[in-house]
């Protein structure tokens, strides 16, 4: 863990920002972070054991809210799942949106993890998202399911690979570089443009959509 937040501390966390931004993880150098900072490179380990440390530093508070920020929108679309179709559209409305508007209130720290990654353990951070979305997608369903509603029956393979494409689709847009005007737009998009086919994989009359 890095020590208390000194006026040192605070230089490496920018200096390291700066690099990791600049080459990514991989070809990152303690050497100019150090320089950067205004200090040696010994000096740099007092305050993070290790360049896989000073990385997670940047990302990791990010990633944990964005995933318990998840996990409190899916604790939402289950508590209405008994309040009809309707309730349930509302629910899924939105969702690429939401999750834009997360990525660019915090745009530096997912192009890190989107593209300065390699090397370290989120390498495949779209993938985990991606996998997450699809075990809760699948656990959705299930629950639609046992509560007497007609969902399509469709091949985990399958939910796995329309999943894939859409959270892909989403961090497209960092990869790409959209402004947050831009992000947005898209990502109204892609609300339009899945939301129809998973309500109806779901077992919502198009009617209601």
């Not at 369903?141 to 393979?157: A, F, M, Q």
Request: aromatic residues 10%; negative net charge; contains cysteine.
């Amino acid at each position: 863990m890095p020590k208390k937040k000194t006026v040192s501390h605070v230089k490496i966390v920018a200096a390291a920002k700066k690099e990791f931004e600049r080459c990514g993880f991989k070809e990152a150098s303690m050497r100019n972070i150090a320089a950067e900072a205004g200090m040696s490179a010994s000096g740099l380990y007092k305050h993070f054991p290790s360049k896989e440390e000073m990385f997670a530093s940047l990302v990791e508070p990010v990633k944990s809210e964005f995933e318990q920020q998840y996990r409190e929108r899916e604790r939402r679309e289950y508590a209405e799942l008994g309040s009809g179709n309707a309730a349930i559209l509302a629910e899924q409305t939105g969702g690429n949106r939401w999750a834009m508007e997360f990525i660019y209130d915090h745009p530096d720290e997912f192009r890190l993890l989107v593209i300065k990654s390699e090397g370290t353990v989120y390498e495949n951070y779209i993938h985990e998202i991606a996998r997450l979305e699809e075990t809760s997608t699948l656990a959705f369903i299930s629950e639609l399911r046992k509560r007497g509603e007609n969902p399509v029956d469709l091949p985990r393979t399958e939910v796995h690979l329309l999943v894939t494409s859409q959270v892909n689709a989403v961090f497209e847009a960092v990869k790409h570089g959209f402004t947050r005007e831009e992000a947005l737009h898209y990502a109204d998009t892609l609300d339009r443009f899945f939301m129809p086919g998973w309500l109806s994989v779901m077992g919502v009359p198009a009617e209601t959509f």
